[in-house]
């Protein structure tokens, strides 16, 4: 028994003498905690020693109960200790890493800037929210019954020929205006509606200083029973006055083949009168297309486009300029 007492007392000496030069030895945390476990674990070296005391006579086994506690606290203020050691070191790393030298230059990142047309849409439609509008949106490849037919525009309508379009080789094609949104948004919600419809349009225009093949449209519907021409005028004078400011507006006799009474609305600007937007009363024929009953319901539409006001409020000289993506352009906005 003495043998084997001696034995034990051995092995956990030598534990205690193994242990604490390992974990003094230890560069990270991962690594001291593996070999916690590996000494000090359920399955660890001192438990295994410890399981051998069952061999050993009763009065020898306080001895090496005591020896295994004492070798048990060396490893376990060992591991404390090199813990510590190496949290602040890995603080004391992390600090030194993110450290800001104030006197360094900073690092430049350009700032952005909205696109002059992003600008006049996100204007325009904030009036309008305010004034009770919801956005709406619709698809830029359409059918002709809802960029033509459902707006009164049939086949052999000369008015067609205003807006001649891109057609697709499945007979669909290229939205002319974003009137086609009002269609499909009447398709699908009952009286009273006021919506917005902002979007790209496209036309087979000559493109010049003042046209082009693709450009942007802002269109305005409001329906319900009772509306006037009246409430069509006050609608667009308090655009017109918070977008330009209080300034004259006019109205003019004009045709659209979706509304009637038809009318051009122009502004005073810089002492001369300017065509701004189109707008009338919505025609009977294009609330029976919804599904509207024209007995009951009037409406009142309005577009203007986006470009025109954009070159008007930023004395833009030419429309080709928003399209070139030229930074010496789009810097001044």
Request: glycine share 8%; proline share 5%; aromatic share 8%.
């Amino acid at each position: 028994m003495a043998t084997q007492l001696s034995e034990l007392e051995t092995q956990l000496e030598d534990l205690r003498a193994e242990g604490i030069t390992a974990i003094a030895a230890c560069q990270t945390l991962d690594e001291l905690e593996q070999l916690r476990i590996n000494y000090l674990g359920k399955k660890g070296k001192v438990s295994v020693v410890l399981g051998a005391m069952g061999k050993l006579d009763p009065s020898e086994r306080p001895r090496i109960g005591a020896l295994a506690n004492e070798v048990k606290k060396a490893l376990e203020t060992g591991l404390e200790e090199t813990r510590t050691a190496l949290q602040r070191a890995q603080l004391e790393a992390q600090l030194q890493s993110e450290t800001l030298d104030v006197t360094m230059p900073g690092v430049y990142h350009s700032q952005g800037r909205i696109h002059p047309l992003n600008g006049i849409i996100d204007r325009a439609l904030d009036i309008f929210v305010g004034l009770g509008y919801t956005v709406a949106s619709g698809p830029e490849m359409e059918t002709d019954y809802y960029n033509f037919e459902a707006l009164n525009t049939p086949p052999d309508h000369p008015a067609r020929d205003m807006q001649d379009t891109f057609y697709l080789p499945d007979g669909n094609l290229l939205r002319t205006h974003t009137s086609s949104v009002q269609i499909r948004y009447m398709e699908q919600h009952q009286p009273p509606i006021r919506i917005v419809a902002p979007g790209r349009v496209y036309r087979r225009d000559t493109v010049d200083a003042t046209h082009a093949a693709v450009f942007h449209q802002i269109e305005l519907l409001a329906i319900e029973e009772g509306l006037r021409f009246t409430d069509l005028k006050g609608t667009i004078k308090e655009f017109l006055r918070q977008m330009f400011g209080d300034l004259p507006v006019r109205f003019r006799a004009s045709y659209f083949p979706f509304t009637e009474p038809s009318a051009e609305v122009d502004l005073q600007w810089q002492g001369k009168w300017l065509e701004v937007l189109g707008c009338g009363m919505v025609d009977p024929n294009v609330l029976k297309a919804a599904g509207y009953d024209p007995e009951k319901y009037t409406g009142f539409a309005a577009g203007f486009g986006v470009e025109r006001f954009a070159m008007v409020l930023h004395q833009i000289d030419d429309i080709r300029r928003v399209y070139a993506s030229d930074l010496r352009f789009l810097r001044q906005f």
